[in-house]
């Protein structure tokens, strides 16, 4: 599809405008673009349609993007489609397999622009593109927040050897209006919105798990990008709700074991609507119970030695939770065998290509 002139939208050259493709699953028309067309318009979309293929999704003139349905997951992946979950937004992971790029910007389409307390509109992909292209402190917290902001430093005691940092593989950005609760929360908190900006970017420290969540996220596609599968959710699954959380998991025990970094705070976007509390109690059912003995198995989770590359560390991860969590229910069972069906539908669609020397997917200095 052809793209339209974008010049007179965005001053000068967008950052890394053909080294990021910003990925969006969706079920309906996407009107939202037209709100971050300022953004968005120079850069190259990756459209993953949930549910119905027969249905026409309308993407506004002016976007360069590709679009793909269940039918072209199908098609691309033949029997290993099965590891893309459908009727969920976990299916967004497909655009991560099959885009070129080097970076990710991931955004749901009920999320739009946000102001800042001054009302300047902001920015997110460019927010979440410092983040990335800046180095992350997770081996000792700096406690004027990211160092390499303008305007700070690292403080009196922060150690010279590590002032370098480590290379920043996520950035997970925030959301005013609707907050990112659980069922239970949405219950009992029917009408509370998210009012506080906070103008902060935390390193979260190593040792330390997260809640992720996939709505308004960027990551390092060629640092992380095999790490970032989304899980078996929605139909036919006993779990839904739980994709993104499962993804940061599992990548920031990898980015841990790599010594990898992983940022949250700024940006913000505007999540501008509530998903039904009984729909997502039904979803989150059994992940509520579930959690509490998944998140210590992660707390706990040692990679070996031999694990130098993303691939390696998740196909490592795969066999831990067969052994450990395969116990809770047999789902975890059928999830490992798709963690390594991932890997290997990711492997044939991303060959491994030597650069500089070092394989594809392995971190340097490992």
Same mark, same amino acid.
Request: hydrophobic fraction near 35%.
């Given at each position: 599809?052809?793209?339209? #002139? ?83 937004? =976990? ?24 102001? $800042?307390?001054?009302? @300047? ?31 700070? /430093? ?14 920043? =593989? ?55 990008? *095999? ?28 980015? $841990? ?38 998140? *210590?198995?992660?707390? #706990?989770?040692?990679? #070996? ?6 691939? @390696? ?5 795969? @066999? ?13 069972? @059928?999830?490992? /065998? =798709? ?12 060959? *491994? ?14």
């Amino acid at each position: 599809m052809a793209k339209e #002139s974008s010049s007179k939208l965005v001053p000068g050259t967008p950052l890394l405008k053909d080294e990021l493709d910003i990925v969006i699953p969706t079920i309906r028309n996407l009107d939202f673009l037209e709100m971050w067309r300022p953004f968005f318009q120079p850069y190259h979309l990756i459209i993953v349609q949930d549910g119905d293929p027969s249905r026409t999704i309308k993407v506004p003139e002016g976007f360069d993007y590709e679009l793909y349905n269940r039918n072209d997951i199908n098609r691309i992946l033949g029997p290993k489609a099965a590891c893309i979950s459908f009727k969920d937004s =976990a299916c967004r992971c497909f655009g991560y397999m099959v885009s070129k790029k080097k970076y990710i910007y991931t955004i749901d389409d009920d999320c739009f622009v946000a102001k $800042d307390p001054s009302g @300047k509109e902001i920015n997110a992909l460019e927010q979440h593109i410092k983040n990335l292209l800046t180095p992350s402190t997770p081996h000792f917290f700096n406690t004027l927040y990211d160092p390499y902001r303008d305007g700070a /430093d690292f403080v009196r005691g922060y150690p010279f050897s590590l002032r370098e940092g480590a290379p920043t =593989a996520v950035s997970h950005g925030l959301w005013l209006n609707i907050p990112d609760y659980d069922a239970p929360t949405q219950l009992v908190k029917p009408l509370e919105r998210n009012q506080r900006y906070v103008d902060a970017v935390l390193t979260i420290p190593k040792g330390t798990l997260f809640p992720m969540c996939g709505m308004n996220l960027a990551f390092d596609r060629e640092l992380i990008g *095999p790490a970032m599968y989304f899980g078996l959710m929605g139909d036919g699954q006993p779990i839904g709700r739980y994709d993104d959380m499962w993804a940061g998991w599992c990548t920031k025990v990898i980015c $841990d074991h790599l010594r990898l970094g992983v940022k949250t705070g700024l940006p913000y976007i505007w999540h501008s609507k509530a998903s039904n509390p009984f729909v997502n109690l039904k979803k989150e059912y059994n992940g509520i119970f579930w959690q509490e003995e998944v998140i *210590p198995f992660f707390q #706990s989770a040692v990679l #070996s030695k031999d694990c130098t590359t993303i691939q @390696k560390c998740y196909i490592e991860l795969s @066999k831990q939770v067969r052994e450990k969590l395969g116990k809770i229910d047999p789902y975890f069972n @059928k999830l490992a /065998d =798709a963690m390594v069906t991932w890997i290997e539908a990711w492997d044939e669609l991303n060959p *491994p290509k030597e650069a500089a020397g070092v394989p594809n997917g392995t971190v340097k200095g490992k």
